[in-house]
């Protein structure tokens, strides 16, 4: 069973710092990648990683203040985040997919599998 659990969310303040995890089972995705939320708005991308060399892709909103990466044996991907502002506010949802494309991969359509999201807080 393909399964994304994430974890680390919760409150922080303005420019704090917050680690977010997320545990893949079940396979191993090509492209893994973290998605937003922010109440009465659209999910939106904000960063992925591929599973062979590690290439990265960010938003411009979290670029040079977010990292992604991931432990290919553990099946775990990481999102550091620092910096935070409030804006960064939002649920965080995992995603992941099987294959690979030259393409961007920053839709939500890009994805077929996510996990159930955890909210990060930042206060001002």
């Known amino acids: 069973q393909v399964q994304l659990v994430e974890s680390g969310g919760g409150l922080v303040q303005t420019g704090g710092s917050l680690r977010l995890s997320c545990a893949a089972s079940?396979?191993?995705?090509?492209?893994m990648g973290w998605f937003r939320q922010a109440p009465g708005k659209e999910r939106e991308f904000v960063a992925r990683?591929?599973?062979?060399?590690?290439?990265?892709y960010y938003s411009d909103s979290v670029k040079a203040r977010f990292t992604i990466s991931r432990d290919n044996a553990k099946n775990t991907v990481y999102l550091q985040m620092d910096s935070l502002k409030p804006v960064d506010t939002a649920v965080y949802f995992c995603?992941?997919?099987?294959?690979?494309?030259?393409?961007?991969?920053?839709?939500?359509?890009?994805?077929?599998?996510w996990g159930q999201g955890t909210q990060v807080t930042v206060s001002s």
């Open positions: 995603a992941a997919r099987l294959t690979g494309t030259n393409v961007a991969l920053t839709t939500t359509q890009d994805y077929a599998y």
């Open positions: 079940g396979r191993t995705f090509v492209i």
């Open positions: 990683i591929k599973y062979s060399g590690g290439s990265t």
